[in-house]
């Protein structure tokens, strides 16, 4: 059952004063004052004129309802913990519901930040970083937080604000790009970097959660690093839909490889001087159960993505060194098979051994297997 509760002067005060107190009931003015001579004659028209003004500074003229109060937010002096930051993005995410004030979340990540530790070593990435930190820091307002979400990744949450919109936003991550690829001076040499920047408006947020809006943020971020260096993507549901469907066809293509649903297609070499086979290539092919063969353009990616590509190379080259044998056992010549490594399976100290244990597993010597690179 409902309880109708009496009126309080603070609050009838308080609600008339939004209503009247606004620099927007001046246009008022005067339709008040000509309608009262019209209804009273001369006397009301003084007196109107007389107690308008009053009332209307007594209400609180030409104040203005102050901003949503954030407690949390930090200062840019200083790089937020996680747990902090995390928390305070909540609240902003809470707090900018109604719709009076917006708010943004920057990603920010410096591209090929391995490359930078290689070629100029840890110490000089750290100061890089500690250099870069410190620029992006000078960029915000006193009420915007920053955090370092990892080695060359910080999350940026703006302060709320009255006009937030995807051109201020771009706005804002064209200063961020340009202040952090400015060169830094390491040891007398200029260091050059590049940087990626996803955001999301809090208005344009996928879910209810702080989190939510972080992952999104994430999402921009990594359509930003698709795009190749230096580049700034802002999140759209579309973006999400196309992340959710890599998400499922990771976890799927995880699945086949286990279950033999990847396996290779092997593709004749052929000598054009002779015309005889001199060996074939292994080529990764998936028959999926449902949607038949699927093309390697479009699954490859999934596997690199999960970290499974050595797991391929294993799989096919079991599956090839198996065939080699099949054909020596029915008196078939094939010189050779050919499998295919990714650069990152070059780099790892320990392939030769893992070939070299596979080519005596299964009794064939070295010059049966060709590496594809």
């Known amino acids: 059952m409902a309880v109708n509760r009496p009126w309080s002067w ?6 008339l004063r939004h209503a009247i107190a606004g620099t927007q009931a001046l246009a008022f003015f005067p339709a008040g004052v000509l309608a009262a001579y019209w209804i009273g004659g001369e006397p009301a028209l003084i007196g109107t004129a ?55 979340l920057f990603q920010v990540q410096i591209d090929e930040y391995q490359s930078l530790i290689d070629r100029h070593g840890q110490a000089a990435a750290d100061s890089v970083i500690k250099r870069i930190s410190e620029r992006i820091i000078l960029q915000m307002r006193d009420q915007d937080n920053i955090a370092r979400l990892g080695d060359c990744t910080f999350a940026l949450c703006l302060g709320p604000s009255r006009h937030m919109d995807l051109e201020v936003c771009i706005q804002m991550a064209g200063r961020l790009q340009t202040a952090i ?74 699945n086949a490889l286990e279950t033999g649903q990847i396996a290779p297609w092997f593709q004749p070499q052929i000598s054009t001087d002779t015309g005889k086979v001199t060996g074939f290539e292994a080529l990764a092919r998936w028959h999926h159960p449902e949607r038949g063969m699927i093309a390697p353009a479009d699954f490859l990616p999934a596997i690199e993505q999960a970290g499974l590509l ?20 029915a008196g078939v010549s094939v010189p050779q098979v050919g499998v295919n490594f990714s650069g990152s399976e070059l780099n790892n100290p320990r392939l030769i051994e893992k070939i070299s244990w596979e080519l005596g597993r299964f009794e064939l010597t070295p010059n049966r297997l060709a590496v594809e690179v």
């Open 10 to 15: 603070p609050k009838l005060r308080d609600e």
């Open 181 to 254: 690829e400015e060169p830094v001076s390491v040891d007398g040499v200029s260091v050059f970097v590049t940087t990626s920047i996803g955001f999301c408006l809090c208005s344009r947020s996928p879910g209810i959660s702080g989190a939510d809006w972080m992952l999104a943020a994430s999402i921009a971020l990594l359509e930003a690093e698709k795009r190749g260096p230096s580049t700034i993507r802002a999140f759209s549901k579309e973006m999400q839909r196309v992340t959710q469907a890599h998400s499922a066809l990771r976890e799927e293509v995880q």
């Open 50 to 104: 007389v107690l308008l003004p009053i009332a209307f500074l007594a209400l609180g003229g030409f104040s203005h309802r102050p901003p949503p109060s954030f407690p949390l937010q930090g200062t840019p002096k200083t790089l937020l913990q996680r747990d902090v930051f995390r928390e305070l993005v909540d609240k902003i995410h809470v707090g900018t519901r109604d719709r009076t004030t917006g708010s943004a």
């Open 310 to 329: 050595e797991r391929l190379a294993e799989i096919i080259m079991h599956h090839a060194f198996t065939a080699l044998k099949s054909w020596d056992y």
